[in-house]
């Protein structure tokens, strides 16, 4: 005979557990119990300790075939307060092929341990380099793998309000060689650079969500445009859980390492450089010999390296009107040919004949200059690498040609003389970083400088 559907009848053994031979009384129900059959089954499979309970149905002890239980129907005379337990759960059996969108991502507290990071996005902006790169080497060190990326912002290469180039053809020509040097240095290593042209914050957030990375490492920069680029990335990322982790990297001394918070750094080269006297400059980090490869998931496509016409730019003439060539022609953008210019820099120092304390060229050389602006402002050549270079080759060369007493005098004129310029590179861009902050309203004096040294 089948059972009423409204009622449902629970088999208890006795509370002595006298055996399955024992005689069972059966309970019987008037009223559905869905609640107390689901409480009953999760209480069964779950090992909790017991506890005492109000319940009238404490005394019950559930057999092990929860099976029987599980078969009970909840579809019968449901009431409105109970409507919302047969909701099916939206958390799928296997996160995998289901993800829940709250597991989606990993968290971006700063306190989380970067060591298991699966896919770590490589912004590259103006540090074309791999030596002396803490972003690339805390990237590779923190994660599975990584993803460097190079974006060509059209926001960087169309016109300016004025009706002219923002880039012009000579800078941007410089710039493409640059990123072609980078990619082949990384290539080397096991990488590669994937190159696209479009809004950082919606490119790099295509290619995080492509392979499905936890977070974003870039160096910060201080201009104002940069700024907020770097702000719409961080606003972007945000709502796709994908933490973003700036670095410094781009001046002589760190900006954790100056003495004053740069919204309060002086506006006057002379008062920045004698409040910086004592600080030290960090060691640099060396090169990597090899870099994690780019994640299997998502395989994304390098893409090519645009050209002028890509950016929007007419190639510059390589003859000037007088039919000499160009200038501005000759410089070739790259982390190799910087190197080679700083190697022969050094070279010409210690050629020069030490000609003792007050000489400029001490430290110079003939030249006077070391024509190295480009590659420092694009960050193919690190500013503490330099000085760390060229400080080792003014000791070496004055240590041969001097004795101790005068070459020490003349290797702190030399160097010093090193620092001024360095140092007034530094002033630039903290004070620029000032007057570039969003945080708070800066009101100060304008930044004042009565001279400049080209570098």
Not at 34 to 59: C, D, E, M, Q, T
Request: hydrophobic share 35%; charged share 25%.
């Amino acid at each position: 005979m089948e059972s009423n559907p409204t009622s449902q009848t629970l088999e208890s053994p006795d509370l002595e557990s006298q055996g399955s031979e024992d005689q069972q009384q059966p309970l019987e129900f008037t009223r559905p119990l869905p609640v107390a059959s689901i409480s009953l089954s999760l209480s069964s499979l779950l090992s909790f300790p017991r506890k005492p309970s109000l319940s009238p149905f404490a005394h019950l002890k559930i057999p092990s075939q929860i099976s029987s239980l599980v078969r009970l129907s909840l579809s019968t005379s449901f009431s409105k307060p109970f409507s919302k337990i047969s909701t099916p759960s939206r958390i799928a059996n296997s996160p995998l092929q289901f993800p829940s969108p709250l597991l989606r991502r990993r968290p971006t507290d700063p306190s989380h341990s970067a060591a298991g990071r699966r896919c770590t996005v490589v912004w590259f902006r103006a540090d074309l380099r791999v030596h002396d790169n803490e972003v690339l080497t805390a990237a590779s060190n923190d994660c599975l793998s990584l993803l460097p990326v190079y974006v060509f912002d059209p926001r960087d290469h169309g016109k300016s309000s004025s009706g002219f180039d923002k880039t012009g053809p000579y800078r941007a020509t410089f710039l493409l060689q640059s990123v072609a040097d980078l990619r082949g240095k990384l290539r080397e290593r096991g990488s590669d650079l994937v190159v696209r042209i479009g809004r950082p914050e919606t490119v790099l957030v295509e290619l995080a969500r492509a392979v499905g990375a936890d977070a974003v490492y870039a160096h910060r920069e201080v201009s104002h445009d940069e700024v907020r680029a770097e702000e719409r990335v961080a606003k972007a990322m945000e709502e796709e859980g994908v933490e973003v982790k700036y670095f410094w990297g781009s001046t002589l001394y760190h900006i954790d390492d100056l003495p004053f918070e740069v919204e309060q750094m002086p506006s006057n080269y002379g008062g920045f450089r004698e409040k910086v006297q004592g600080v030290a400059v960090r060691k640099t980090i060396e090169a990597l010999d090899q870099i994690k490869g780019l994640p299997s998931r998502g395989d994304v496509d390098p893409g090519e390296i645009p050209s002028l016409v890509d950016l929007g730019l007419t190639p510059a003439p390589t003859m000037s009107q007088d039919g000499k060539p160009a200038m501005n022609a000759s410089l070739v953008g790259g982390e190799t040919e910087a190197l080679e210019r700083l190697k022969k820099f050094a070279a010409e120092c210690r050629a020069q004949p030490n000609k003792g304390e007050g000489t400029r060229d001490s430290i110079y050389g003939a030249s006077l200059s070391c024509k190295i602006s480009p590659w420092l402002a694009t960050g193919c050549l690190s500013p503490r690498f330099m000085y760390d270079e060229l400080k080792k080759t003014a000791t070496r060369a004055i240590s041969a040609t001097s004795t101790p007493k005068n070459g020490a005098a003349a290797a702190d004129n030399g160097m010093n003389w090193l620092m001024y310029e360095l140092l007034w590179r530094d002033f630039f861009r903290f004070i620029t970083k000032k007057y570039s902050s969003t945080k708070k309203s800066i009101e100060a004096e304008p930044a004042t400088a009565c001279t400049s040294a080209p570098v």
